[in-house]
């Protein structure tokens, strides 16, 4: 028996009415899709992506209904930096209220953990005045299925209805990124980050080994040395 599939209709009657959902068998790339086609609320599930991107241009994969890989467009924001963080707040926040325990942990700026683990990756982009926001969650993969070898899958822990889990997700996000500012400190309270020692892959290539010490107003991961708006994180034990 395979997968069941997604369920557009139950998922669209349970959220707040400022998304709008789809579901596409496959597609290319829900963040592309969403690109030629920009509608704050819109939200494009694919059971399938042929050609998912994570930060840095990674390729990023789930065999065909074994993962939650979404995006969504939100109207213009003047916490940009803020956007990936939120959601991954509001993701973990849906994710542990299912599970109906604490299960899922923060890293910033764009990973989900599950004992340092990971499970969910975020990728956010402007558009316009606004923002398309990319989701990848492993739900049902087994660990050779898995994008990388230190990632965990959710149904490895808890049975998981995606359609259910999906609504939940929706409604804390629609919560959060309406009213950013008032999440940020909970964002701080929660991202195990902060108070680790790093290491920091940045773009041109550096790397830096520190202690993160907070999230700057902007977003950015401060260390006692600098401000990393950009890098790769890996949390040193």
């Known amino acids: 028996m395979g997968i069941e599939g997604l369920k557009v209709d139950e998922i669209n009657s349970k959220v707040a009415q400022y998304w709008s959902v789809s579901v596409t068998e496959e597609t290319a790339s829900t963040q592309i899709d969403l690109a030629n086609n920009f509608l704050p609320g819109k939200v494009l599930i694919a059971e399938y992506q042929s050609a998912g991107r994570g930060r840095l241009d990674r390729k990023f994969e789930v065999p065909p209904r074994k993962g939650l890989t979404f995006s969504f467009c939100i109207a213009a924001q003047n916490n940009f930096g803020w956007i990936p963080l939120i959601t991954g707040l509001a993701v973990s926040n849906a994710i542990n209220k299912y599970a109906k325990r604490k299960l899922v942990s923060i890293k910033w700026p764009?990973?989900?953990?599950?004992?340092?683990?990971?499970?969910?990756?975020?990728?956010?982009?402007?558009?316009?005045?606004?923002?398309?926001?990319?989701?990848?969650?492993?739900?049902?993969?087994?660990?050779?299925?898995?994008?990388?070898?230190?990632?965990?899958?959710?149904?490895?822990?808890?049975?998981?209805?995606?359609?259910?889990?999906?609504?939940?997700?929706?409604?804390?996000?629609?919560?959060?990124?309406?009213?950013?500012?008032?999440?940020?400190?909970?964002?701080?309270?929660?991202?195990?980050?902060?108070?680790?020692?790093?290491?920091?892959?940045?773009?041109?290539?550096?790397?830096?080994?520190?202690?993160?010490?907070?999230?700057?107003?902007?977003?950015?991961?401060?260390?006692?040395?600098?401000?990393?708006?950009?890098?790769?994180?890996?949390?040193?034990?």
């Not at 990971?118 to 989701?135: P, W």
């Not at 939940?168 to 195990?192: F, P, T």
């Open 110 to 237: 764009n990973d989900l953990l599950i004992d340092e683990k990971k499970l969910a990756g975020i990728l956010s982009e402007k558009h316009g005045e606004g923002a398309i926001v990319g989701v990848g969650i492993n739900i049902y993969q087994t660990q050779d299925e898995l994008p990388i070898e230190n990632a965990v899958s959710l149904s490895m822990l808890i049975d998981v209805d995606r359609s259910e889990l999906m609504v939940l997700i929706l409604n804390e996000l629609g919560e959060a990124l309406s009213n950013i500012d008032a999440y940020k400190n909970e964002y701080r309270d929660k991202c195990v980050t902060i108070g680790a020692r790093i290491k920091a892959i940045l773009p041109n290539g550096e790397v830096i080994e520190d202690e993160a010490l907070g999230i700057s107003d902007s977003g950015s991961l401060l260390t006692k040395t600098r401000e990393i708006s950009v890098g790769d994180i890996v949390h040193l034990r």
